[in-house]
């Protein structure tokens, strides 16, 4: 989600970001499963709110013989590389923005802006998309004579079609769409009419996105994975340059200190176009891929009878699964922005939904680099246990996710919360110190929920793995339901300053309370047996090496920075400092401990490095 939760996706803060189970993963069709992508939308991770982040593409289950492993390898390689690029593209854009715009209100409004259309794309039919009719492709490409192109075409032009109207409708219906997710906003004129002439710069780029998905599906479903994790970084690019245009023509922030009454139209006009040229450039990046793979693009308009009626039936579910998320992101979306602005006023920039979105993308990199990584090697083996009816493996697969991710992903939980108020003020350095320092604050608050964040990740992977989309769905609502609540009490409770703060801190509080409901069905499912004690005593060793190390960190990141300052070169000596103190410890602690799991881990790397 964004501001609810966001892979991505697809797209990252800036952009349009969907949280990791924003829609539904994998549905089984005969060897291929059917991912979403939260990179599809510009390379993130989510895109902000949140949109699917991985592969986004059918993955081949592994042939036993021949060179089927070979093939699969390369091809996670080629998808893997370009995600890391689009991921690295994707934080480089927000630096430029924050350097452009700052973290401020104006920010806030083209963070506004930008969500509503992955908002809207996702309840029309983008999780559908992916959860249910990627899956028919994939039968129709096996099973028609033709290859499954005349299904193709007809998708992809009930896609154009659909996508094309609701653009118009809601380019006509910012203003309303606009005063729903921040009425603070609609309530000062000047913030409002520049939020709506971003968004009406915004709002089509959901036509391209849908574009994009389904082309880069019909791509992968034949074997072609590279265009679907490449492409969005052009969109990044594109993005990047139209915010460095605006440094260039304007100054950077620090100088201009740009707001909603001082920015030009012309300033909006390039933002805008910049930022729905990205999108057009991902989606027509596409074309020439598709040539390549012997496509050819016609319109068909003949929809009645060919399976698509009945493939919209079973989507119900992903529905209800979105709704769900969008709500969530409605609630935190408005109380961040009413926050930020009321911070603003008091001094305290960098407060609003612009430095939520910017740490919980930065929280969230470990999450997409790591969790992700361990479960897309696991996920084919875990599904073909199910088909054996062998519980025991799959109990295995879960807990050999949840433990190899761990060594990881505590450690950076811990790291964030020592160290985010340097690692913010050295990244964002060029949004002003205030601004850096506030996005420090809610990356410090968002720190520990990294772990069941990433637990509840390969949690709902057991219930994929059975073709179970609706246990998803529940855990979903009580993650969404529990996050604006929390929010809204910290946003009543807690001062302007910090309440943005406090609701980055009601995010992993809601994944806690979700992975608890989430571990009991599971357990119950897999016949009482999720291997829990062996996950608890890794978890807890891991926390027991991470928390000491994190105040031996804290403390040399605190007292560096009292002698060399909280700029950007004092930031990173300070970061390379209680970084270097912090890691050490942690892995001292953690072999002292015999922690298994990172000595496999050390032992796989050394290996790989040939000593």
Not at 253 to 269: A, K, M, Q
Not at 293 to 317: C, E, I, S, V, Y
Request: hydrophobic share 50%; proline share 5%; glycine share 12%.
């Amino acid at each position: 989600m964004n501001a609810q939760g966001q892979e991505n996706d697809g797209r990252e803060p800036g952009g349009h970001f969907l949280p990791d189970d924003t829609v539904p993963l994998r549905p089984r069709l005969g060897n291929h499963y059917a991912t979403t992508s939260r990179e599809a939308y510009d390379g993130s991770v989510e895109n902000g709110a949140p949109f699917p982040s991985q592969a986004g593409a059918p993955i081949p289950e592994p042939k036993r013989v021949g060179g089927g492993a070979s093939g699969l390898l390369k091809s996670s390689a080629v998808m893997a590389a370009g995600t890391i690029v689009s991921r690295i593209t994707g934080f480089v854009r927000t630096l430029v923005m924050a350097a452009a715009i700052g973290v401020g209100t104006l920010n806030d409004s083209y963070q506004v802006a930008n969500v509503l259309p992955t908002m809207i794309y996702i309840l029309v039919g983008g999780g559908a998309l992916n959860a249910v009719f990627v899956p028919q492709l994939v039968r129709a490409m096996k099973k028609d004579d033709d290859g499954g192109e005349a299904y193709a075409n007809r998708l992809i032009t009930l896609v154009m079609v659909v996508l094309a109207g609701v653009t118009a409708i809601c380019v006509l219906a910012a203003p309303l769409l606009v005063h729903m997710m921040s009425p603070d906003i609609a309530a000062d004129p000047r913030r409002m009419d520049v939020t709506v002439a971003f968004a009406r710069y915004c709002l089509p780029t959901m036509f391209f996105m849908g574009a994009h998905l389904v082309l880069g599906q019909i791509l992968n479903a034949r074997g072609r994975f590279g265009a679907m994790m490449w492409t969005p970084v052009l969109n990044n690019l594109v993005i990047i340059a139209a915010f460095g245009g605006f440094i260039w023509a304007f100054g950077g922030f620090t100088d201009s200190r740009v707001s909603p009454s001082t920015i030009t139209p012309e300033g909006v006009r390039l933002l805008g176009l910049g930022t729905l040229l990205g999108l057009a450039v991902q989606a027509l990046a596409m074309l020439p891929y598709l040539r390549d793979a012997r496509f050819t693009l016609r319109p068909r308009f003949d929809f009645r009878g060919h399976g698509l009626g009945k493939a919209m039936g079973l989507a119900k579910w992903t529905l209800l699964f979105v709704l769900a998320n969008q709500a969530g992101l409605i609630i935190v979306t408005q109380l961040a922005t009413k926050a930020g602005s009321l911070a603003e006023r008091a001094g305290h920039t960098g407060s609003g939904i612009t430095a939520y979105n910017y740490a919980l993308l930065l929280w969230q990199m470990p999450q997409a680099i790591i969790t992700v990584s361990v479960m897309t090697a696991v996920l084919p083996r875990m599904s073909r246990a199910v088909q054996d009816d062998d519980v025991t493996a799959i109990r295995d697969d879960i807990s050999y996710g949840l433990r190899t991710s761990a060594v990881a992903i505590v450690p950076c939980a811990f790291a964030f919360l020592a160290l985010g108020v340097p690692m913010a003020t050295l990244l964002y350095a060029g949004s002003g110190a205030e601004g850096a320092r506030g996005i420090g604050y809610v990356l410090m608050a968002f720190g520990p929920g990294l772990i069941p964040f990433s637990v509840q990740y390969v949690v709902l992977r057991g219930f994929y793995a059975y073709e179970d989309t609706r246990t998803p769905f529940y855990n979903t609502v009580i993650v969404a339901v529990v996050n604006a609540l929390a929010s809204g009490a910290c946003f009543v409770l807690l001062p302007p300053r910090w309440a943005v703060a406090g609701m980055a801190a009601s995010y992993g509080l809601a994944y806690a309370v979700g992975v608890g409901t989430a571990w009991r069905r599971l357990r119950r499912r897999l016949g009482g047996d999720l291997d829990g004690s062996r996950v608890l005593r890794t978890y807890a060793r891991l926390s027991g090496a991470a928390i000491p190390a994190a105040l031996a960190g804290g403390g040399v990141a605190y007292a560096v920075t009292q002698g060399v300052g909280s700029n950007a070169l004092g930031s990173l000596v300070t970061l390379l400092a209680g970084g270097s103190v912090l890691l050490g410890v942690f892995v001292l602690l953690a072999h002292w401990m015999r922690v298994s799991e990172l000595s496999a881990m050390v032992g796989m790397v050394r290996g790989r490095l040939g000593r």
